[in-house]
């Protein structure tokens, strides 16, 4: 079927596109490239079930044709992109949700909103289930991320009781592998670019909050999984295995084989203190869970990362 994928050239939606491509789907990609790169795209263009329109869907978009799905994947991303960009991204969890949701509904299609584990905010409940509502602070400065998705979480459920529409929530954890950008502020790009500059490798406060780490090729299945799966409730996507960012920072510098220091500076205001999916509802609905050992999904991304850096 014909699928649209807003945000589709940033790290996920790009890997979400050649999924969808290798599946035999046509696919438009929608992105304003304000974080997602025209380049990571390009290569996708000679496909000509491929197509790229360039567009910020904070605005309305016209669309001629049927279409079967809708990914809507658009928003900064990362703490620097999004601390960047603070209005824009409530815009798009916004005034986006609601344009792809409008869409939707003239279509007839099926909408897929790539929501977050940051809606838990800094959890009290730990592992997270869907059924936790969270801790998040609205006015604090990541409240532009975690309340923007919170309310798309609501538009969509809105949408869904009152018109009808066919909805999907995919609740992300933190998701690494090619084609991230090494200054985006995630931690995985960051000791990897930094592990192989022989740069230090800064890690936030004691290195002690905890975060689940899942390879994107996994996620990228979980996602296209839920799009066919006629389940509307929020579902974790992410790897239940949890580990502390110090040691995730080690674990890298080892497989680099780095002489990196490790250096600690200030947390982030709100930076969750853990952060572990509670899978089972996945499991069960998806027959889903991770495949990847983060240790050959961190050598598979290490690589990539080399070969980016010129070796």
């Keep these: 079927m014909r699928i649209i994928v807003t945000g589709g050239a940033g790290f996920l939606g790009g890997h979400l596109c050649e999924r969808l491509l290798a599946d035999c789907h046509e696919v438009v990609c929608v992105d304003n490239l304000l974080t997602g790169r025209r380049a990571r795209v390009e290569g996708l263009a000679r496909d000509s079930r491929f197509s790229f329109i360039e567009h910020n869907i904070s605005q309305p978009l016209y669309l001629g044709g049927d279409v079967g799905a809708i990914c809507h994947l658009a928003s900064p991303a990362s703490p620097v992109d999004y601390l960047t960009y603070p209005i824009p991204t409530l815009k798009v969890g916004a005034l986006g949700t609601w344009h792809t949701l409008g869409l939707a509904k003239a279509k007839q299609a099926t909408l897929l909103l790539a929501s977050t584990s940051e809606t838990y905010g800094d959890p ?64 995985i790009p960051a000791f990897i670019s930094q592990a192989l500059r022989g740069e230090p490798m800064t890690v936030h406060g004691d290195g002690s909050q905890t975060r689940s780490f899942c390879f994107v090729d996994d996620l990228v299945e979980g996602l296209v999984r839920l799009l066919s799966s006629g389940f509307h409730e929020p579902v974790n996507l992410g790897n239940p295995v949890e580990m502390t960012v110090l040691e995730m920072a080690r674990l890298v510098r080892e497989l680099t084989g780095s002489a990196s220091e490790i250096l600690f500076c200030d947390r982030p205001v709100d930076d969750p203190s853990v952060r572990q999916p509670d899978i089972a509802r996945a499991r069960e609905i998806l027959g889903w869970e991770p495949k990847v050992p983060v240790r050959e999904g961190l050598a598979r991304t290490i690589a990539w990362f080399r070969e980016e850096f010129g070796g």
């Design 124 to 187: 009290l409940v730990h592992p997270q289930p869907e059924t936790y509502w969270g801790n998040v602070n609205p006015v604090g400065p990541r409240g532009v991320y975690d309340e923007a998705k919170r309310y798309a979480e609501a538009m969509v459920m809105a949408y869904h009781r009152y018109h009808g529409i066919d909805t999907r929530i995919a609740r992300i954890f933190n998701t690494y592998g090619s084609f991230m950008r090494p200054n985006d502020g995630r931690a």
